[in-house]
């Protein structure tokens, strides 16, 4: 007597499955395999449209950028057409190199890093080459041994929001292809060049504008500060969560700025402070009189 | 024969450690008992600071909050004393009718929210009587059905971090005494005034200040507004993360502001927009020609 043949698309214990599942595990394995996970709706959209070319990115931005994130696999659940019908519109505009598939819930959540699964999935190929930030950029997020999968997330959105032309991270930073950091972004991670394993000292002494650690012990409150700080080419440093920007980091920097604490609270999270800078340099750069 | 009694502060079934676990459960057992939990040596140490009348208050926030939280109990593992002897100190400060004791590892677990416990939890007594936010600050952060605790504490450390008088939450937002919020508040809860089911109508009709409403959508952009928007009196309404305020709350507004979007994110996450929105009202308040 033959057992009869499952399909993959049916079967969480295929090894196409457990292949994509593999991706929201270890960084391990997605340097090894230069790919990650897009989940849900919001993140496999936007890395559709960026690999669609739909996206209107600034022009400093497209100039940084050379090469995208590209899209290898989707995968998504019957459910998908009912709930997010325009995500099917995108997915039936992809080339035939990429893989797409149609899977059951089972298939989906054995794939999916998420407690519950949001009925889609997209496996994507990483940018390769090209990998070091403009020495022109006007405005720049660094990542400096940040740790924490969704304050990297939240710093990344927050750069987009604020138009910065790109985010660095240096090798000690958490993975931000991780599914954690992936979500946290709400798809802003295919929005701007993000460029991983920086030598910080080097892109210091490439870049052209000036760089501002955000330091809580800074001797310039953010405040008080001339406004030809906020107004220039900025590169902002954030530093890791307990123990901040290091000594080293700091003599690299050409300020240290501090965001004021007006009440109580005895220091912000690192991405609430990345949140105000980024956002104090963006609003005081575009509107220069 | 006869079984060895077991003392409760070794028993994790014991009645005491069951009530204290209930109220990090539903808000009607918060509700009811006027009771909350402050874990971990953060927010304990914060609380137990407000208790004893240790907190520098501002001005304003002394003046518009006559009745603190209260430490109701304590309870902390041997292992607090090498972790940190600086709390241990204060606990020795509580007097005779605040009920504190040592626990064994598994009790405190029992009683613990969160995956592992800190050392520490604290039953706090809700202040009770002068329940409505002043008409005279200067700064005000108001939570309209915010339905996410970590926003909700988000927002109350940002506010606290940016020197508001108070904070605001009407009925329908979440909890902000559920143990996900308190703990994202990072002791801010303790710092300033956090006004819940408030009637947001009625603190308009007596509010002396400007009303202005965070909003996508909004005509007035953050960054192009007449700088007397930010430096009057202000209370900011932060609505929903899914539907933002609705138009009944946006009618009673004086302004819609909107934070810019300079790149290609859709939105910020709610606690993101309150924190650029709080800072530029306290930066531009404090920094008065």
Known sequence: MHERPVNWMDNPNAERVKRVAQLAGRSAVRNRRQQFLAEGPQSATEAIRAHLGLLTLSPAAASFWPEHHTVAEVYYTPRLASTHPEI?????????????????????????DAVVHQNIIAVINLPSGGEAPSPEAQLVAGLIRVQDPGNAGTIIRAADAAGADCVLATTQTVDVYNP?????????????????????????????GQVLAADGYGDVMLDQADRSLLTEPTAWLFGNEARGLNSRELKLATARVAVPLYGLAESLNVATAATICLYSSAMAQRNEP
Request: hydrophobic share 45%.
């Open 88 to 112: 099917q519109a995108l997915i039936a505009r992809l080339g035939r190199n990429v893989f797409v598939a149609e899977t059951s819930d089972e298939v989906l959540q054995a794939m999916s």
């Open 180 to 208: 954690k950091t992936v979500r946290s972004t709400a798809g802003s991670l295919f929005h701007l060049p993000v460029y991983t394993n920086v030598d910080l000292a080097q892109f210091i002494q490439d870049y052209q």
